[in-house]
Nanobody
Framework: QLQLVESGGGLVQPGGSLRLSCAAS????????MGWFRRAPGKASELVAAINSDDDRTYYTDSVKGRFTIARDNALNTLYLEMNNLKPEDTALYSC?????????????????WGQGTQVTVTS
């Protein structure tokens, strides 16, 4: 059974850091690109970052470039999102998602499975 389980969210002050993890099981993790999406209240889901299956290429939405880093450990079947210099506008439910192939796409419909998410709240 395919599972994606996120962890690492929480409440943090502006300028703080968090590291999200996504534990994958039930499929060959090393064969699929992965992405991190976020959904803020009243807003559409947004692809924050993505990474190819063999870790050779990444994508970041403009608002997180230079602050967030996506990484994966294929030996541990785990996806990460390192978030630094967090801002209140980063507040959202963050979910990892499995792409349909080894190369990431910017199209949400290219991701066939999402985890339940972990809440990130940035506030002073």
């Amino acid at each position: 059974q395919l599972q994606l389980v996120e962890s690492g969210g929480g409440l943090v002050q502006p300028g703080g850091s968090l590291r999200l993890s996504c534990a994958a099981s039930g499929f060959n993790f090393n064969l699929y690109a992965m992405g991190w999406f976020r959904r803020a209240p009243g807003k559409a889901s947004e692809l924050v970052a993505a990474i190819n299956s063999d870790d050779d290429r990444t994508y970041y939405t403009d608002s997180v470039k230079g602050r967030f880093t996506i990484a994966r450990d294929n030996a541990l079947n785990t996806l990460y999102l390192e978030m630094n210099n967090l801002k209140p506008e980063d507040t959202a439910l963050y979910s990892c998602a499995k792409s349909q192939g080894p190369l990431f796409s910017l199209a949400p419909h290219s991701y066939g499975y999402w985890g339940q998410g972990t809440q990130v709240t940035v506030t002073s």
